[in-house]
T-cell receptor, first 114, second 111 residues
Framework: NAGVTQTPKFQVLKTGQSMTLQCAQD?????MYWYRQDPGMGLRLIYY???????DKGEVPNGYNVSRLNKREFSLRLESAAPSQTSVYFC?????????????FGEGSRLTVL | RKEVEQDPGPFNVPEGATVAFNCTYS??????FFWYRQDCRKEPKLLMS???SGNEDGRFTAQLNRASQYISLLIRDSKLSDSATYLC????????????FGSGTKLNVKP
């Protein structure tokens, strides 16, 4: 039972390159999220998906696109990476039932854009 | 103005000490409140939810003050293993899918 799995864990890109961060969950949760974490800034919501087939912008969506491929998978794409997108990216799901409101995070993806 | 604000610390305390953190939130319509713990270079994990009546889990006590719009976390008898960053999280009533994170308060417990 892996919970929330993110790939890759580390990536170095050059400015202008594109890449996709993958997230998969085996918790059968409906809501999934992508956050970025920068020093002194806390976690900021990029995009979220309340259910399969829906996505919504968060606080900092510019420069990113997402796909909710199915209930399990939610990917984040950087079309043309910029140094300002150097960050740690976390995927999360929101619990249901007795865990309602709790967010379950993946281990994070550390991205450096040169 | 940030949705959630926390003192970044660090709070440096000896083992066995009692330490308290506060967190203020700007939206009075906020509905749910949480404390998360984040170890260095790890993902955040839920420490405890914060209920209107306050709640306690072992050495940890969380309180909510809606009138002043802040929540608090009290840690008694600090352990070395409590060293981490503590994140305050708020969930607004107008969108139960959005969670706003404070930037975190760093705690260092020294021997």
């Amino acid at each position: 039972n892996a919970g929330v799995t993110q790939t890759p864990k580390f990536q170095v890109l050059k400015t202008g390159q594109s890449m996709t961060l993958q997230c998969a969950q085996d918790m059968n949760h409906n809501s999934m999220y992508w956050y970025r974490q920068d020093p002194g800034m806390g976690l900021r919501l990029i995009y979220y998906s309340a259910s399969e087939g829906t996505t919504d912008k968060g606080e900092v969506p510019n420069g990113y696109n997402v796909s909710r491929l199915n209930k399990r998978e939610f990917s984040l794409r950087l079309e043309s990476a910029a140094p300002s997108q150097t960050s740690v990216y976390f995927c999360a799901t929101k619990g249901t039932g007795t865990n309602t409101g709790e967010l379950f995070f993946g281990e994070g993806s550390r991205l450096t854009v040169l | 103005r940030k949705e959630v604000e926390q003192d970044p610390g660090p709070f440096n305390v000896p083992e066995g000490a009692t330490v308290a953190f506060n967190c203020t939130y700007s939206n009075s319509a906020s509905q749910s409140f949480f404390w998360y713990r984040q170890d260095c270079r790890k993902e955040p994990k839920l420490l405890m939810s914060v209920y209107s009546s306050g709640n306690e889990d072992g050495r940890f006590t969380a309180q909510l003050n809606r009138a002043s719009q802040y929540i608090s976390l009290l840690i008694r008898d600090s352990k070395l293993s409590d060293s981490a960053t503590y994140l305050c999280v708020v969930n607004p009533v107008y969108n139960f899918n959005k969670f706003y994170f404070g930037s975190g308060t760093k705690l260092n417990v020294k021997p």
